[in-house]
């Protein structure tokens, strides 16, 4: 089933062009039996009753009189030659055919031959069952190869314009499919500024009015929720900026508990922070080509203040992508910030060429993920297994992946061989203008 297109254009022009070979096929073979056939039967019987004129009166072994030959020839244009001489004219060029034969055998009442030279015009030849070794030789200008090429032209220009013509019309059909599958691609990476031009046949303006529908309300949810968000983060950071404030004017016999205090805000403004994040779509109309290696390096250099060592191997002459250069910089920090809470060695950082795909590799040597939760992580609220810690909300690979998703592209977890975790991203490469 290889060969069977899976698209709906593929399937119809696949269609459109096997009903045509079908035709073409049927109308061949209907022009050959029912025309050409009968037609040459018809000469054949024709050139029986004439090669019977020419044998009336002869007899085995005795030589063709040239002159009467002559004469026959100049009246009638039939000629009479022995093999030899017919061999020199053109025998040995022409094809035989069996069904004409055994036509021709039938009306001359014994074993006869027929062959056939192809050209301007068409020559019969004859070997009469009367006079074997001699061959009757009879031009018939009124066929040449020339109309059998003709219909051959003609039925293959017929069906090229057909499928050509299917190929247009299919692909008419297909266009606003074509415009709905990258409308819904952009509604996917958070783009709902497109409005889709209801045209086409009637089932397909339906599709294309309800899809407008749907980015419409879509796009209204989308508002909503950033209002709500808003709403919600404003009204939770002021009482607790009030508490901080509070808590900052406690005397200095309550630093156990201001301590505590301060720490339990501060945790709360960052899941808070981290809420927002997830929610917040990146979308393509934030994105501009960038240097992968010049932000994964600004991002390295800034977690080194940490007090980690982090060794950072770029690959050279990487092609640039197309990318939202905070969202993706979020992006490569929590990684590192992830290798670096639950590894206490040296974290590695690599970038790589693969193909059509820029990797950007973060890896670490704690104690890894169990690998089936290796999928489940990337949900919202999942956390990984207590090995490697239970901090924070649960949103941080959630909104890696979120991110990573929005560019196009993929991101993975796998335990080392050697201990510890990779977490690996995966950028298309921009494609050239």
């Known amino acids: 089933m290889g060969i069977f297109p899976r698209s709906a254009f593929g399937q119809t022009v696949f269609f459109v062009a096997a009903l045509l070979l079908i035709n073409q096929i049927v109308s061949y073979i209907t022009v050959t039996l029912y025309v050409f056939k009968p037609t040459f039967e018809q000469v054949n019987l024709m050139l029986a009753k004439q090669v019977k004129t020419v044998f009336i009166d002869w007899e085995e072994g005795v030589e063709v009189d040239s002159e009467l030959s002559k004469k026959f020839f100049e009246i009638t244009g039939i000629d009479v030659m022995s093999q030899k001489e017919a061999y020199r004219n053109g025998l040995g060029q022409a094809r035989e055919y069996n069904l004409l034969s055994r036509s021709m055998s039938e009306q001359l009442n014994g074993s006869a031959r027929v062959r056939i030279s192809q050209g301007d015009p068409v020559v019969y030849w004859v070997e009469a069952p009367q006079a074997p070794g001699y061959w009757v030789r009879v031009p018939l200008s009124g066929f040449s190869e020339t109309k059998l090429e003709f219909l051959v032209f003609y039925l293959s220009s017929i069906g090229f314009l057909s499928v050509l013509g299917g190929w247009l019309f299919a692909r008419h059909l297909n266009r606003p499919l074509r415009a709905l599958q990258t409308a819904a691609s952009r509604v996917g990476a958070g783009d709902f500024s497109m409005r889709l031009v209801e045209q086409g046949s009637t089932e397909v303006i339906e599709v294309t009015r309800a899809f407008n529908q749907m980015s419409k309300g879509i796009a209204a949810l989308e508002s909503d929720r950033r209002l709500l968000m808003a709403g919600v983060s404003h009204d939770l950071r002021t009482p607790l ?189 921009a494609k050239k203008s």
Not at 279 to 293: A, K, P, Q, T, Y
């Open 241 to 429: 900026t009030r508490i901080r404030l509070a808590t900052e004017m406690m005397s200095d016999e309550e630093d156990y508990l201001k301590e505590g205090i301060i720490d339990d805000i501060e945790d709360m403004n960052a899941i808070i922070d981290q809420f927002i994040e997830y929610l917040r779509h990146h979308s393509s109309g934030e994105m501009n080509l960038d240097d992968v290696n010049a932000l994964v390096e600004e991002v390295v250099h800034a977690e080194q203040q940490h007090k980690r060592v982090i060794n950072f191997t770029m690959a050279p002459s990487l092609p640039s992508i197309l990318m939202n250069t905070v969202a993706l910089k979020r992006v490569i920090t929590n990684m590192i910030e992830n290798a670096i809470r639950y590894s206490s060695e040296d974290i590695e950082v690599v970038t790589l060429l693969e193909k059509k795909w820029v990797i950007i590799q973060v890896k670490d040597s704690g104690p890894g993920i169990p690998e089936a939760e290796l999928e489940s992580v990337f949900e919202p609220f999942q956390q990984g297994d207590q090995a490697r810690g239970s901090e924070g909300s649960g949103l941080g690979l959630a909104i890696i992946k979120r991110i990573v998703t929005t560019h196009g592209g993929l991101v993975a977890l796998s335990n080392r061989k050697e201990g510890g975790l990779c977490a690996e991203v995966r950028l298309p490469v």
